[in-house]
């Protein structure tokens, strides 16, 4: 390990250093994207590294379909399952440029294969999922770039960290908060006479980011760890993430020459669920009224009744704001509001009248642009 440090910073390989440094730069020129993940929980101000993991697996034939994949598009099974991740990282955020972090062994020189010591580097592979590109399309970027990064790995990600304009929070990591990992090391059963080994399947209570994809070859099928933070996410959350990574693994399999954007990760149970049982808001109410009726002979039956609770949406409620109380969220304290059927029909009245004094008239279309509060 010693002579590996000392070669590490001989001058013919501080100029292949350079070089490299040079190449990361470019990669992350510019504004670097945080990732916004879909949270349960609002994002503490210092990183939390409380976590979780939960494993799922997918079938032997799905896992030779992925390797056939892999074939067919002259990449590997980590390409593909990281253009795979990458894109469901795509579809729950809505974004499409999106850092990953891999880390790779450290050594891709052959005298290194036999050294005692600690060579892992991680990685931030940039790529960009945007919609109108096919899978297919996709893939080959995912290769190109990967294969660029790996031959760029001896540059220290500490340094790197330093080198970039990165704009440091406490809440999160420097570069990327989501890791992808390929575990595809030989597991030789251990044998010694008169002892019989089994592995230990040990649960970290530790998550070093927001969410991490840990995929392990076993035998011909693929196992899946999902390592995330509890302090964001529920352990429903995390489960309805492996129903959609499992769906973006068959729908990319269905179709290679399929858009991304036609890439489907919602399953079929949940899309009923969605469409079906949630819209199912129908109640029966008198057919010869209005809404706006049956809304004034509620008022007149309860007009002291709190009809709504909430925030005020400008930067301070009106005088006649109604039942005030404070109500404390995130630390923050803000004053919560309550109408009676009495005020809200009063203030309902008063945009009605302010309304068709501007010209509006029956069937009038009016836009409303407000935030979820008393206001709407």
Known sequence: YKDYSEWLNNSEQGEAIIK???YWEKQFEGEIPAIHLPTDYPRPAVQSFEGRTISFEISEEETG?????????????YMVLLSLYTIFLAKITGQEDIVVGTPVAGRNHVDLQQIIGM???TLGIRNYP?????LSEFLQEVKKRALEDFENQDYPFEELVEKIAVTRDAGR???????????NMDRSEIKIPGLKLLPYNYESRISKFDLTLIAVEAGNELRFIFEYCTRLFKVETIERFIDYFRKTVTSG???VGQKICEIEIVPESEKRLLLEEYNDTAAKYPRDKTIHELFEEQAARTPNGVSAVGSWQGVAPPADKGAVGKEKRSGVSRETIQLTYKELNEKSNQLAFMLKEKGVLADSIVGIMVERSLEM
């Not at 379909?65 to 099974?77: F, H, V």
Request: hydrophobic share 40%; glycine share 2%.
């Open 65 to 77: 379909a992925l390797d056939q994949l892999a074939l067919r598009e002259s990449t590997s099974l």
């Open 130 to 134: 945007e919609g109108e590109k096919t």
């Open 119 to 121: 060579f892992v580097n």
């Open 20 to 22: 490299q440094e040079e």
């Open 173 to 183: 990591n420097p570069l990327f908060d989501t890791m992808f990992v390929l575990q």
């Open 253 to 255: 399999l269905e179709n």
